[in-house]
């Protein structure tokens, strides 16, 4: 565990540096390409191999068998239902292909990509060696990262954009993401250390700012909102993660019923919280619409600028104009919602049908 008592303010848990006892001022170093966050709930897997990319292609809900080195993207593993089980930051070096997934999913989705290599020429490693740094893609630039076969392993995040094969349900007239400029770099454990070590202060930000940053750009992590049963849909997951004309892969073809014929159950809603008792709520806290729970909180956390903000899942049906109130375990707090996936998210003829399974075909 990175050691960060020597780190002016810093308070640290088990998942990495919280913060250094201005998450506010951390957010903005962050946004403005002054600070870097060490990541110490990313972990790093790699695959390596001839087949790698397609077999990632053919396990995946991302078409990534022709995908050029160098070319950031993400994946997601879903179960036979089309329900998210597993999520990827995707990077591939032409030798390599890198894998920075949240902590708690690292061990569950090496033992899944395990038991799935049967005689196929890959490799799958846990990299626990080597730790991510968060930050502009700017910023990185200072950090040594990574380089064992010749390109240095920056992740740059797609999010918002619509990714080749995607697909956006949120159509506000200006996205809260379009502007994050977001990159994770994949270091040596020596090089974070250094960092640590000789930052000047205010060069660092912890977690906490991350996760604010990002709650606000209403970036969708599967260790914070997803649960047992959310299906990519009802998180604006389409955008980044699904190729709708790939290939066929375990939940095909629920992606394509909910997307082509359908509805998603759930969606997503960002909501600004109201601030006056200064209560923030945690995972799981209840939301309702006047007597009648439709939901519950994934994300929250305090913004810079738009002060408490969360993200929440809730049924499809619930009104879309009406004020919420969160349950928390000190008391309600009032909150306006701001639609991220719409009610009629779905049935979306303008958007090619997937292939039928048994139908195998291969995507760019």
């Known amino acids: 565990m990175t050691d960060y008592t020597t780190v002016a303010g810093a308070v640290s848990d088990a998942t990495g540096l919280r913060h250094l006892g201005n998450p506010f001022a951390e957010q ?15 972990r790093v897997l790699t695959v390596s191999g001839e087949d790698r990319l397609s077999w990632l292609d053919s396990l995946s809900s991302q078409a990534l ?9 993400e994946l997601l593993i879903l179960d036979p239902q089309g329900r998210v089980e597993h999520a990827a930051a995707v990077f591939d070096d032409g030798a390599t292909t890198w894998l920075l997934v949240d902590a708690p999913d690292a061990e569950p989705l ?17 990299r626990s060696d080597l730790a991510v740094v968060g930050g502009t893609a700017a910023a990185l630039e200072r950090v040594s990262a990574v380089a064992e076969t010749g390109i240095p392993v920056i992740w740059r995040d797609p999010w918002p954009q619509v990714a080749p094969g995607g697909h956006a349900y949120a159509q506000p007239l200006e996205h809260p993401g379009a502007d994050r400029d977001w990159a994770e770099a994949v270091v040596e454990q020596a090089e974070l250390e250094r960092l640590i070590r000789t930052s000047a202060p ?13 709650i606000a750009a209403w970036r969708p992590r599967v260790a914070a909102d997803a649960d047992e049963r959310v299906l990519p849909h009802e998180l604006d997951w389409l955008r980044t993660a699904v190729h709708l004309s790939k290939g066929c892969y375990r939940g095909q073809e629920t992606v394509a019923k ?8 759930r969606r997503v809603v960002a909501l600004q919280l109201d601030g006056s008792d ?6 799981g806290d209840e939301v309702r619409a006047g007597d009648t729970t439709i939901g519950a909180i994934t994300s929250a ?39 991220v996936v719409p009610a009629d998210a779905g049935a979306t003829a303008s958007v090619p049908r997937l292939p039928r399974l048994g139908r195998r075909t291969s995507a760019g």
């Open 301 to 339: 956390a305090w913004h810079y600028e738009e002060g408490p903000i969360a993200l929440a899942l809730v049924k499809r049906t619930a009104p879309v104009d009406a004020d919420l109130v969160v349950d928390t375990a000190q008391g309600p707090v009032s909150a306006a919602q701001q639609v």
């Open 110 to 126: 090496l033992a899944w990509l395990q038991r799935m290599r049967f005689r196929l020429r890959v490799v799958v490693a846990d």
């Open 28 to 42: 903005r170093a962050l946004a403005s390409g002054s600070a870097l966050a060490p990541l110490g709930d990313r």
């Open 258 to 265: 909910v997307h082509n014929l359908g509805h998603p159950p």
């Open 278 to 283: 200064s209560i923030l709520p945690e995972r």
């Open 202 to 214: 205010g060069a660092l930000a912890g977690l906490d700012a991350v996760e604010a940053l990002r």
């Open 65 to 73: 068998t022709h995908l050029p080195p160098a070319t950031p993207t």
